[in-house]
Nanobody, 123 residues
């Protein structure tokens, strides 16, 4: 029933840009904060960016500040991550997630998760 579906991943060169999309269905999207997390094989999932339910507040990991921009469209039930000046260390499987309440930064706050989309940045 509840679904979050990521898309837009791919292979790019360092310094290039990429835009990820997250399509939501099966719940009242506008009531939930949305975040992007990422992980490499065998590593812990880490916070990347989050946006409040209305879109009025955005939050970023220090490693992506100034390079990534999170946004949402509550009419389309979608969220986005615009990734610029990509670095090889940005290579990861990227997930979108939705939370009713809690800490924007905490993995455990998010109830719903997508399947992930792979981003690979070559040097």
């Amino acid at each position: 029933q509840v679904q979050l579906v990521e898309s837009g991943g791919g292979v790019v060169e360092a310094g290039e840009s990429l835009r990820l999309s997250c399509a939501a269905s099966g719940f009242t999207f506008s009531h939930y904060a949305v975040a992007w997390f990422r992980e490499d094989p065998g590593k812990e999932r880490e916070f990347v960016a989050a946006i409040s339910a209305t879109g009025g507040g955005t939050y970023y990991a220090n490693s992506v500040k100034g390079r990534f921009t999170i946004s949402r469209d509550n009419v389309k039930n979608a969220a986005y991550l615009q990734m610029s000046s990509l670095k090889p260390e940005d290579t990861a499987l990227y997930y979108c997630a939705a939370a009713w309440r809690g800490s924007y930064y905490a993995l455990g706050s998010y109830e719903y998760w997508g399947q992930g989309t792979q981003v690979t940045v070559s040097s």
